[in-house]
């Protein structure tokens, strides 16, 4: 069974960064495509970003992508989210979850196979 653990979240002043961590443990993490995703009080989850298993390629949604970087490191089995210049808008529970068609990115949640239980973001004005 696969596991995911987030870790990294905390409370920070907007304009400041913030990286958060998915820990991986079982399954095949290397072949995975990597997700982030968030939520905030009163709103759906929505998509953050993403990696494919290589980490070649990413997406980010548009509100973030200049400011936010997914990355991974396969040999450690974890996934990055480096958040700069983050704003009270960013405050959320963000979650990790794992896919395990490593190839392709998704950002439908449904599409994903695991996921961890969240870490809170707050960022204060």
């Keep these: 069974q696969v596991q995911l653990v987030e870790s990294g979240g905390g409370l920070v002043q907007a304009g400041a960064s913030l990286r958060l961590s ?3 443990s079982g399954g095949s993490f290397s ?5 982030w995703f968030r939520q905030a009080p009163g709103k759906e989850r929505e998509f ?10 990413t997406k980010l949604t548009d509100s973030v992508k200049d400011r936010f970087v ?13 958040m700069n210049n ?4 960013d405050t959320a529970v963000y979650y990790c979850a794992a896919r395990t068609i490593g190839g392709v990115i998704t ?13 809170q973001v707050t ?3």
């Design 31 to 35: 072949t995975y495509a990597m997700g």
């Design 123 to 125: 960022v204060s004005s």
């Design 107 to 119: 950002p439908n949640w449904s599409r994903y196979h695991y996921y961890g239980r969240g870490t």
């Design 22 to 24: 998915c820990a991986a």
């Design 48 to 57: 953050v970003a993403a990696i494919i298993s290589t980490g070649d390629f």
């Design 86 to 89: 983050v704003k009270p808008e």
């Design 70 to 82: 997914i990355s991974r490191d396969n040999a450690k089995n974890v996934v990055y989210l480096q």
